[in-house]
């Protein structure tokens, strides 16, 4: 999948670790999260296999939805979680906008 931004820039989404991509959980959502973490630290007696279940139920019950951002021009692209429109957000900072999701 590739996004067409208007300046004419395409953003890649064919594998994860990309330095234009970030992941985000709203923050009504981030309390709960960091004590889902906490829970799962505290895992000492379980097995392996309970342990990734239980990561995988963390973050299948978290949803955290994803962020592009355009290496050109800085602008940010979201999926709508319901309808899976895409919004759009132009940047007003075009020196350094890639620095956004990564210090690289
Ligand atoms: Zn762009």
Redesign the pocket.
């Known amino acids: 999948m590739y996004i067409n ?5 395409k953003i890649y989404d064919i594998t994860d670790g990309h330095r234009d991509k970030a992941r985000w959980l709203p923050d009504k959502d981030w309390d709960n999260f960091i004590w889902a973490l906490d829970s799962l630290s505290k895992m000492k007696d379980e097995t392996d296999e309970e342990r990734d279940r239980a990561v995988f139920n963390v973050l299948k019950k978290f949803k955290f939805q994803t962020m592009h951002q ?1 290496e ?4 940010i692209f979201i999926f709508n979680k319901g309808d899976n429109k895409l919004n759009i957000f132009e940047s007003n900072v075009k020196e350094n906008s890639s620095t956004i999701f990564s210090d690289e």
Request: with cysteine.
């Open positions: 931004c208007k300046c004419g820039g355009c050109s021009c800085g602008s």
